[in-house]
């Protein structure tokens, strides 16, 4: 369809079917969204995608993305320096920010082990985390990667690696999320709450 | 107990309606006609698998796009259950008017017992297929070892992943190992868990088994009372041990997924059986120990399905066996090329069916 276009147009459009979830379709028509849009609003998204590129770079401390360094959570005085979350990814700090709970620092890993997808330990920022550690009082340090099977493994490896450091490992509980009801979760999920029970 | 099945393009039948009688249903029509192409919908509408060996490519009717099937149950975990696949893929699995996105979430809601010429291969064939046979038969129990299964396999996978590679750290492979252990553990003890439950059945010898004593024994360096812990530690010393063989061959070589299981005659494994009848037999006491099972466990009689039987039991242990079938008030739906094959009244919960190209007349 995009071959009745004329070139720069085609060109838009095969760069946005490249985005996830985005088919030709839906690229088309954001193209002629950006076509009749004004002048200063594409360039003002051309920009931002230009800025993202240039200006975002890994924490080096803790890995999350940021434009300074270390990043704001880090740079943070308020934030307790002896309890390190570790997460898979950016996203899954924004996800435990946005609760407010959690008021230590973090950890970003940028991916789990997974020997077919040869992702090893190399590839991840663990043995930063093992330094963080050493270096500093650490005394609890949360994994919070996803309750998959390779999430599961790095968490074991993590604990596994900081055992023989003065360091509490703990791992995120898994149970019933809010507002479900019980007939219609799996046997996994009920199973992991009856382990993960409390007294009230 | 199945009430209704409604098949589009499915293998032969290009649409075809059947209402089923409460106890003995008998398609009877000659080879090639259809009949067992109507169990193995019933069943693929339950499991969304096959219990044949043929290509499951060729379930869609010669020159069209999709199948579709659906059912009506009554006493099952649900009532109305209908599934459309093409050959990019499934279309629709829908269960009581919710769509299900996982298989898992879906399969079982109706439980049966498939009797087909294919299982033969469960007594002469590789591990495997016992493997499979007892995890399916599990999985009708509790449906939650499927799940642990594929939890397990993952692992699996990745840890054969690990092992391919020319280097890796001790404590990758370690953890790995540990995860493999434990879950490999819940797989081996719902295998064990089976195996004792069908053996407390097989106990009771059944008329149209004879005087043989058939047991199972599941293969591995467990014993019944192993609990968990005491399974995964034994998994975990295991590949401790088995180590450098491993990094030499680049594979993992011990854990659920080379287990096998004995299937013994007073005492002795089956696989050197001379007669096929004899084979039959044992089979034949197996799916019935698993009907008990299913009665005993979920205090519900699952669907038997019986393809082709009569071809190489004798008409004695056929007597028995639909007898005995007959007396639990099961439903059946059985296969024949002759209906003389199959001894049975006429009576107002049975009903004769007869298969010829693709078409079922009452």
Known sequence: MSGHFAKPIVQLIRELSRFPGIGEKTATRLAFHILKSPREEALSLANSIIAVKEQIKLCSVCYHITDIDPCAICRDSHRERD??????????????????????????????????????????????????????????????????????TTALYIARLLKPFDVKVTRLAQGLPMGGELEYFDEATISKALEGRRVI | MIKEIVLENFRNYEEVKVSFNEELNIFCGQNGQGKTNL??????????????????????????????????????????????????????ICADGSNYKKKLDYIGKVRMVVFSPDEMELIQGSPEGRRRYLDRAYFNVYHHHLRQLKIFRRILKQRNSLLKKDAFRRQEINSWSEKLAYAGARVVKGRMSMTALLNEKLDKSHPFIGRDKVSLQYMGAFNADDDYEKIEAKLLASLFKLRKEEEQRRITLAGPHRDDIAILVNGVIAKSFSSRGEMRSVLLALKTAETEVYRSVWGETPLTLLDDVASELDIERRKA??????????????????????????????????????KILH
């Open chain 2, 39 to 92: 169990l193995e919908a019933v069943y693929f509408l339950g499991m969304l698998s096959s219990f044949r060996k043929t290509d499951s490519t060729q379930m869609v009717r010669q020159g069209e796009n999709s199948f579709s099937i659906s059912g009506h149950f009554e006493g099952a975990d649900a009532a109305a259950l209908s599934i459309e696949k093409s050959h990019n893929g499934w279309k629709k």
């Open chain 1, 83 to 152: 309890i390190i979350c570790v997460v898979e990814g950016p996203q899954d700090v924004a996800s435990i920010e946005k609760t407010g709970e959690f008021k230590g620092r973090y950890h970003v890993l940028h991916g789990v082990l997974s020997p077919m997808d040869g992702v090893g330990p190399d590839d991840l920022r663990i043995d930063s985390l093992v330094k963080r550690v050493v270096d500093g009082d650490v005394k609890e340090v949360i994994v919070a990667t996803n309750p998959k099977v390779e999430g599961e």
């Open chain 2, 321 to 358: 066996l639909l007898s005995f079938l007959r007396q639990k008030g099961e439903q059946v739906l059985i296969t024949t090329t002759e209906v003389e094959n199959i001894p049975f009244e006429r009576s107002s919960k049975d009903s004769l069916f007869m298969v010829s190209e693709g």
